[in-house]
């Protein structure tokens, strides 16, 4: 059986619907980071998969799905670092927390 | 003509007004009193001598012996279009020739009786200031050369009659009174000023002379047009009457001049007697000959012209006040002048009745002078103007008490009193033109004489109150004011005879006087007859005029308000004025127009404040909307593509 | 592989040495020595900026890397721009920097600025999507960093945290939108990209929703609304200093690239499509921040959406899709990094000298400080764009190059941001109001403040006086963008 | 360049002020600042006057351009904006009005306090607009001139004023800005319109007007917005309402400049850009623009019928009578139009003497209540006087300013062709008495009558400065009405020779 396109691209689709909903819903920093990597992983997966099946002839998705990982590697560290300054002064990593400026 | 002289005639009171105006108060009183009257003297003799040279000079005559109209001066002020341009100028012919010397005389003799009348009054020298711009003024208007230079005159009397009425600024009935007047003929003005306007877009000129030669050629461009039933043209000659009401005093446009006695007595006499009030008539005589085109607006100056003499002469029974009644009268022979215009037609008795109306206004202003300036005399004397508190003065002022019979007697129109003649006149117009106007006129005349006669007995005879509490008891003026009064009195007795159809008629031809017997006869006897009345009722003290009074009690009551007039009008200003039309028109500026734009504020604040939520500080509320926006920037462009 | 080709890249070469120079003066000097270590990087960054202002080869054309990087006049003007806004930060940083709590980090400070630059650089130089995403990120990860350099201070970390976080949902929204691009045209190029998916003459469904998604990541850093909400919190919560950098360097380079792949990848075919977008996101924009800049008490949240609002109007020039649209935008980006650096300046002076940021803690301020009065009202002209000040002219030019189009809606739209100027001009007055009417009892007290921050409004303030009046720079702009090929491949 | 620009005369217009706002930041103190703003006011007076004489004197020689003493410098070349100025009998009559009321509003705030230094620094940058303004033919140019003059409005109210001064000075700001808002996408579209396709487009006025390339459609679009534009200036209903409380919050010397000139620039707007550019819009739009302010002319009138406070009579008696000058310029002859621009001066000059008047009487008895005020003829002979005068002048006595304005207005208005129009110019005429009514309620309350306020017994006659400045504007406005006709040339030669050739209508 031929695996299409599509059976790459909706589970992505899927992925990066619950990173979004993971980031909206859940209270811990960390895990709103995990739901952020969720959503970067599959654009990671879009872009590999174009790649692999509409334009196999280049590199161009793979190299770009490379330096996103690295870049969302990055973002975790710094975010994790954040997050732990938060943690220190707040003794809470709580997102609702971090709400004293608004309006 | 050189122009000197009546450039002179104008320049020589302007320049006493400024004079006055802006160094008066450094003079004393006497040298700003004598200084305008002195500035007056000289413009009366200038006038005289122009009007001499005019009438009786021989070279403003054409061959066939009709005088001329002749421009001496006419400089270009304001040019708003090619033909429309205001000119200051001096037009000489006999109307305004005559008025100058009235005006001169008149002006002349007030300037002399106020050094006695209104000695050691604060403010003397304003008041002469006030009088040289009022000469200025009038004599400005009378020799207007364009109706626009009239009606810039015109709104200058009407200032400087506002400022010599308010002359008292601290009375508030003056400052009203003063106010009323500015605003009422401010109104008739707009009247006048819409007249001319329709006027000179028809005929393309202010020109008296391009006007009034050929009407019909002039206004032919008018092309019968038609607006709201009446055509343009009679429109704009009513509107412009309306005008010449305001300044009149006519009914409806009258109620200013009763309360304008608020300013000082000879003022009264020069202006609210015998000058300003007359320009009315003036301007209609001025306009004539394009009257005679549309006769409708004529008819309409009769009718109007003979209800105000009526009204004014009822009214002029019941007033107490003297100077109120010489007000109702000056009223009512205003419009003897102004129904002699209207019933005039070239074609009855070569027009008769303008000249009349002319001859009335000259004859009128002196007598009337004469008995403002008796007023003042007497009001001077008694310091009252009720005359109810006078009686019997005639033992104590002889003088006044001479002249002002006289007056009375001419007013009343007795041979051989100046009035007599020129009313005569009159009541020979208006009989031409219909029967009933002339019964009409009669038995205004009849009023007339005895209401005057009524005013007089008051006055001189009827009781002797004691004056003893008086701070001293009334006795005649200095002569500085009972020398103009021996004048006019004089001119009174004398005016009559004054050959005035060979000088001044519509279409400037010589024209014979000869009396009409049957008419002038019955006037006469009318006059005589109210006299009697008169002198029935009020020679002595008695109950009679009351018990009168009490018989025709709602008409008398009425008459005794003015009919109401003055009601009216107070209604009509303040309730319908100021509270149905002013402060809705504020409140609506302050509540709706600005609390529009104050709303535009209010409503900004209050979005801002409304989606203040948006920004919860909420990181994921953030990121929702977000993507929420990124979503729906993106469907909503999809589906406008699609559609 | 030509090594020569680096040569192309002269401003981000001497970047790099800037860099490097400040980054081993960090590293190996003395401590001592390292209290210069801010004038010392204000001078380098002088004189680089001064360099590339003057050295006539920077502006020539350029391209590297197979067409991924390219520079031109124009690119490289905008670049100066951008430096001349960085060098006035740096300047008006010095005292922040040597001050004892900053001590520490300060080196940190003047690394991460510079790369964030370069990063930006790389945006706008950037003519594939691998190479503009690195740009995008290097400008944007490091400046959560300087978001929470106070970090002794909670405001500031949670502004971090929210920057960090929707900074990265941005990012990861932004590349699926590229995903999608990419599958759709098979290529990263900008050039390729602009040729496949115009080549049906169809309009893609999906591609359409790509381009929100695209215009939403890059909205992102420009804060346009719906876009906008963690600026507020992250301004008011950054230092100062971060802040203005923020608000002018971050914004004005985003602008500049968001027109260049408006135009060189959508601009094309799909021009219809995102000026639509753009018509909604702009009223939006403007109209949102300006209804929330009247509420503002604090300074730097006013600032905030202030510029928000003025990120709206900055669109107007990509709108114009023209040459004169899109001189006006770089004109407006350098005159609202003077107006905007000068109201940071006194900001930051206050809040440096008394560590009041509250609009009420200026009443009066005129009475005690005249000339920071009048540099702050200077910067509120400027901004509402009150002529003869520079703030004036730019707005002026860039509904000028807006309104070239010609069609009615964007008469109408410019009209709507025409209205809006008059509640920003309500809000700037508020401030002006402030300083010069309202009366107070206590008012800030006199102070003398740092050369660094007077030099930096001087700065501000002569850029502010004379921009507009002195017409050569939007006339030199204007002329570079005529003769670029920027527009040439729009239909 | 430098050079050239200097060897204009006009440019001077802007050079003086600018001097004087660098010689004011020098001055130390309020002596310093007066010799300044005096020396400053009078070279600029001079300025126009000779200005004025040499242009009498080309005239008479026989140039017949349209503009005079024009130069244009290139500003911002590649948008072809330049900065060009130039004059005609108009801009002459306005710069002259300008430099007039400059003068006597530097007298009239002699005693200015507090900051007298800010305050003549902000006053003399507005005369910078406001004679930057009239001396410009460039659309751009001119744009810039008028928001400079607008701006300095909102600190001289919010500092220096009276009364609800925020609220006032905010409001009339934003409107003013609104309206020019408006204008600013006017102007922009008729740049994109000034030349016939592929030409090169203008800001120029008079290039613009000779191009005369601006479709119908697209006029009918620009010109409402230009003409509401300038019109918030001009306080055209109902855009109106910034004018009475901004007049009533102005220090007196801003009450002056605001509504003698500034006003004016409104009506200068309207007529040099949206009417003089787009003829044929105006031809056919005329008519809601003249029921808006036929509405203003009267309503403003009744309005000031009821206002106890005399600073919101004479706004509103402003907005009655600037609704005359829009009146009378969409009448679109030269009559009329003449009569606007002298209506213009005229309205200018005494209601500057007003506001004057008003500042000085509030100065002393600290009340602007009519109600709470009278005779104060008895107890300051001088300044009641002047009042009466400027009452006069305002309801138009012959021999003031008021009458030969309003009189060439109804004339002109009325020698239009249309019904519609001349029923309109007599509906505008009725103002003539209601404006009666409201100048003599405040006479007869202000200055006639018993004295109200015991303590105002005390109060002083006008000082020097006072005298001075009350009587120079008297003098104007007596010149104006007893010398039209000079007035009347100087304005009407502009149109009848240039402007209608351009506009091929009338």
Known sequence: ?????????????????????????????????????????????????????????????????????AIAAAETALAIAIIINIFRSNKTIDVDDATKMKF | MDQTIPLLILALPLCMFLVLGLAGHKMSHKMAGILGTLGMGTALVLAYTTAFTYFFGGNFVDEAGNRLQHIVFNYDWLAFTENLIIRLGFLLDPISAMMLVVITTISFMVHLYSLGYMHGEKGFQRYYAFLSLFSFSMLGLVVATNIFQMYIFWELVGASSFLLIGFYYTKPSAVSASKKAFIVTRFADLGFLIGILILSFYSNTFDFVTMTQAPGNVLASTGGAVFMGGSVLTWALVLIFMGGMGKSAMMPLHIWLPDAMEGPTPVSALIHAATMVVAGVFLVARMFPVYLVEEVALEIVTWVGALTALYAAIVACTQVDIKRVLAFSTISQIAFMVVSLGVARPELHEGVGYMASMFHLFTHAMFKALLFLGAGALIHAVHSNDFTSMGGLRKHMPITHI???????????????????????????????????????????????????????????????????????????PWTMTLPLIILAAVSCVAGFIPFGELVTWNREAYEIHLNYPIAITSVVVALCAIGLATIMYRKENSLPDKVADKVKGLWTAAYHRFYFDELYLFITHKIIFNLVSRPIAWFDRQIIDGTMDMFAEVTNKASEAIKGLQSGRVQSYVLVYLLGALLVGVVTVICMVL | MDYSQFLGMKQEIGLLVVFLLVFFYDTFLSKKAQNG????????????????????????????????????????????????????????????????????????????????????????????????????????????????????????REAAIKYILTAVFSSAVFMMGLSFVYGLSGSLYFNEIASAISVNGEVNVLLVLAIAFVIAGVGFKLSLVPFHLWTADVYQGAPTNVTSYLSVISKGATAFAFLVIMVQVFGAFYSQVWEWMLYALIILTITIGNLFAIRQRNMKRFLAFSSVSQAGYIMLGVIALNATGMASLMYYVLVYIFSNLAAFGVLGAIENNTGKVSMDDYNGLYKTNPRLSLAMMLAMFSLAGIPPFAGFFSKFFIFTGALEQGSIAIYMLVLIALINTIISLYYYLLVVKAMFINDNETPIATFKSHWSERLGLWISVGGILLLGIVSCAYNYILELTQSSNMFAGLL | MIEEIFSNILIYFVVIPVLMLAGLALCK???????????????????????????????????????????????????????????DGISIAMLLLSAIILFTGTFASWKIDPMPKEFFLWLILLSTGVFGFFISIDLFTMFMFYEVALIPMYLLIGVWGSGKKNYSAMKLTLMLMGGSAFLMLGLIGIYYHSAPEGGQLTWNLVEISQNNAIDRDWQYFLFPMTFVGFGVLGAMFPFHTWSPDGHASAPTAVSMLHAGVLMKLGGYGCFRVAIYLMPEAANDLAWIFLILTGISVVYGAFSACVQTDLKYINAYSSVSHCGLVLFAILMLNTTAMTGAIMQMLSHGLMTALFFALIGMIYGRTHTRDIREMGGLMKIMPFLAVCYVIAGMASLGLPGLSGFVAEMTIFVGSFQHTDMFHRVFTIVACCSIVITAVYILRVVGKLLFGPVQDEHHLQLTDATWWERFSTVSLIICVAAIGCFPGFFSDLISFTFSENIFKVLGIN
């Open chain 1, 1 to 69: 059986m031929e695996i299409s396109m599509m059976y790459y691209l909706i589970p992505s689709l899927i992925m990066f619907c619950c990173g979004v909903y993971g980031f909206i819903t859940r209270k811990n920093m960390i895990a709103i980071l995990i739901s952020l990597e969720l959503m970067l992983n599959a654009v990671d997966i879009n872009f590999v998969v174009f790649n692999r099946f509409l334009f196999p002839g280049q590199l161009d998705g793979m190299f770009f799905t490379l330096f996103a990982i």
């Open chain 3, 37 to 156: 270590l801010a004038t010392v990087t204000c001078g380098l960054f002088g004189l680089f900026t001064a360099y590339t202002l003057l050295c006539p080869s920077v502006m020539a054309d350029a391209t590297t890397f197979g067409g991924m990087y390219a520079t031109s006049p124009v690119i490289a003007t905008i670049k100066n721009i951008l430096n001349i806004g960085v060098f006035i930060v740096l300047v008006q940083s010095v005292k922040w920097a040597n001050s004892e709590s900053q001590t520490m980090r300060r080196g940190e400070f003047y690394e991460l600025l510079l790369v964030t630059l370069f990063g930006m650089y790389l945006m706008i130089s950037a003519r594939h999507f691998l190479l503009f995403v690195i740009g995008l990120e290097a400008a944007s990860l490091p400046l959560a960093a300087m978001v929470a350099f106070d970090k002794n201070r909670y405001e500031s």
């Open chain 4, 29 to 87: 103190n309020i002596k310093q600042i007066r010799a300044v703003a005096l020396v400053g006011s009078i070279a600029l007076m001079a300025l126009s006057v000779y200005v004025l004489v040499d242009y009498l004197q080309l005239r008479a020689a026989g140039e017949t351009a349209q503009m005079l003493y024009t130069d244009s410098w290139q500003w911002f070349g590649p948008l072809n904006i330049h900065l060009a100025v130039g004059v």
């Open chain 2, 403 to 477: 002249t002002f019979l006289i007056g009375c007697l001419a007013i009343a129109g007795i041979y051989p009193f100046a009035g007599f003649f020129s009313k005569d006149e009159i009541l020979v117009a208006a009989y031409s033109n219909s029967m009933m106007w002339g019964i009409w006129m009669t038995a205004v005349a009849g009023l007339t004489a005895f209401y005057m006669f009524r005013l007089y007995y008051r006055i001189f005879w009827w009781n002797n109150p004691d004056y003893s509490k008086h701070h001293h008891t009334p006795h005649d003026a």
